[in-house]
C-alpha cells in the first residue's frame, strides 16, 4: 500500500511514519510536509531512508494532485495545531487547516483515493468542570478558537465531500496526545522543558481546566484501526479515559522530576480557555477492537520526561524563541 501522509514531520505525524516502518513493511511511506516551525526532519531520522520526503505545502494544488495520484491511501495530520499561536495570528491557521484540506480533497475525489482526517475533540467545544458527560460522535460542533474552528470547518469539508463526491473518507477526532517529540510551546514538554532549563513551570490561570491525555502511539493504533476496519464516512473519537486536571499533571511532572509540588508560576489564562474535553471513545472499542496500551499516565509520563532528559539537543534550538513569544504576553 502507498500511503501519503500530510504532516509527517511533525508530533503526531511522525509518531505514526515512524510506526508504519516500523511494523508494516509493506507499506510505502511518502511525506508531505512544509517544514513549519513546528515540522523537524530530526523526527524522521530513525527512518529517513525507508521512506519518500517531499518538503511542499498542503495548499499547494500542483504538488498535492501529483502525489495524490501516486498513492492508495492519504492519512492527513499536516495542520496549524497550537490555540495560543492561533490566538496571536489566526491566517495561518485559516490557510492551512481550511485550504489545506480543501486542496486534498479536490485531489482525492479527482483521483478516487481513499482519505482519512485527522482531527481533534476540540471541535465540540468544552464541556463543564462538574458534568459527568463526554463527548460523542453525536455532540454538536461548538468549537472556541481560531484552531478549533478551521479544525472543525475542515471535518465538515471532508463530511460533505463524501457525501456530495463520494469520496472514501474517515474521520477520527484525538484528545490531548502526549509522548516523545512534542513540540516545546505544548503543555507537557514546555513544563519538563522548563525544569531542565532551570525556568519556573507556567500554569494558566488556576490550572483547574481539565484535559482527556493519551499517549501518541494509542493514538496512531487507533488511526491505523480505523483505517483498516473503519467505515467508510464514519466518524471516530478516540481518547483512553485520561481525564486530569491541569494543575495535577503539572504537579506529577513536579514530582517525577524531584521538584517541590509548589515550583511553578501561576501565568494570565488563556483567552477562551476551553474548561473541559472528554472523550466517550465505546463507538471505536466496540466497532474497531481498539484499546489503549497506555493505561498509566505516571508511568507514560516518566518515560516521556526521560526522552527529553536524553534529547536536548532536540529541544534546545527553539526553546528560548518559545519562551520569549510567551512571555510577550505575560505567559
Ligand atoms: P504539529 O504542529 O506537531 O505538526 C504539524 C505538522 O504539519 C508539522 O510537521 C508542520 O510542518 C506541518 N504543516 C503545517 N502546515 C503545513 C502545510 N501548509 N503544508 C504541509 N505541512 C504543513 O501537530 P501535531 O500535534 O502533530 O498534530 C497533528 C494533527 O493531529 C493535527 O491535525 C492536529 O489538529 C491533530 N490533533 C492533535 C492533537 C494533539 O494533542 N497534539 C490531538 C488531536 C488531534
Ligand atoms: O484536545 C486536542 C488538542 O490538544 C489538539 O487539537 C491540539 O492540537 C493540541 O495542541 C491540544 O490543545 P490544548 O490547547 O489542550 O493543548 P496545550 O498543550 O496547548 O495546553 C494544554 C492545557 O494546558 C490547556 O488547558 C492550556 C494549559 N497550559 C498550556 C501551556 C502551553 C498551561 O497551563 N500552561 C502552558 O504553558
Redesign the pocket.
Known amino acids: 500500500m502507498r500511503v501519503l501522509v500530510?504532516?509527517?514531520?511533525?508530533?503526531?505525524?511522525?509518531a505514526f511514519v515512524r510506526r508504519a516502518v516500523a511494523t508494516r513493511p509493506q507499506t510505502r511511506v511518502t511525506v508531505?510536509?512544509?517544514?513549519?516551525y513546528?515540522?523537524?526532519l530530526a523526527n524522521l531520522a530513525p527512518v529517513r531512508e525507508r521512506i519518500e520526503f517531499v518538503r511542499?505545502?498542503?495548499?499547494d494544488a500542483e504538488v498535492v494532485d501529483r502525489l495524490v495520484a501516486g498513492a492508495d491511501l492519504v492519512v492527513?495530520?499536516?495542520?496549524?495545531?497550537?490555540n495560543d499561536n492561533s490566538l496571536r495570528d489566526p491566517a495561518?491557521f485559516v490557510?492551512?487547516n481550511l485550504v489545506?484540506t480543501f486542496t486534498l480533497l479536490e485531489a482525492v475525489r479527482r483521483h478516487g483515493v481513499r482519505y482519512h482526517h485527522?482531527?481533534?475533540?476540540e471541535v465540540y467545544g468544552d464541556l463543564a468542570l462538574d458534568d459527568p458527560a463526554k463527548f460523542t460522535p453525536e455532540t454538536p460542533y461548538n468549537p472556541s478558537s481560531p484552531y478549533s474552528s478551521t479544525?472543525a470547518g475542515s471535518d465538515l469539508l471532508v463530511r460533505a465531500w463524501a457525501r456530495s463526491f463520494g469520496v472514501a473518507a474517515t474521520i477520527s477526532?484525538?484528545?490531548?496526545?502526549y509522548g516523545p517529540y512534542?513540540?516545546v510551546e505544548?503543555f507537557i514538554p514546555r513544563q519538563i522543558t522548563n525544569v531542565l532549563c532551570g525556568i519556573r513551570p507556567k500554569l494558566y490561570g488556576a490550572g483547574a481546566n481539565v484535559r482527556d491525555w493519551i499517549h501518541v502511539d494509542d493514538?496512531n493504533d487507533a488511526v491505523w484501526a480505523v483505517i483498516d476496519r473503519g467505515r467508510i464516512g464514519e466518524t471516530y473519537l478516540i481518547g483512553a479515559d485520561g481525564e486530569r486536571g491541569n494543575k495535577a499533571v503539572l504537579e506529577l511532572i513536579l514530582e517525577l522530576m524531584g521538584q517541590p509540588a509548589d515550583a511553578y508560576d501561576r501565568v494570565a489564562d488563556r483567552a477562551g480557555h476551553d474548561l473541559r474535553y472528554a472523550i466517550d471513545a465505546s463507538k471505536a472499542r466496540a466497532e474497531l477492537g481498539w484499546a489503549p496500551s497506555y493505561l498509566d499516565m505516571r508511568a507514560g509520563l516518566a518515560q516521556t520526561i526521560e526522552w527529553y532528559r536524553r534529547h536536548e539537543e532536540w529541544w534546545r534550538p527553539g526553546k528560548a524563541a518559545v519562551e520569549a513569544s510567551y512571555a510577550e504576553v505575560g505567559q
Do not use: M, W
Open positions: 500530510t504532516g509527517g514531520a511533525g508530533f503526531i505525524g511522525s508531505l510536509d512544509a517544514l513549519t513546528a515540522g523537524n511542499g505545502d498542503i495548499a492527513h495530520f499536516a495542520a496549524e495545531s497550537h495561518p490557510r492551512t489545506g485527522i482531527s481533534t475533540d479544525k477526532n484525538c484528545s490531548n496526545n512534542q513540540h505544548k493514538h
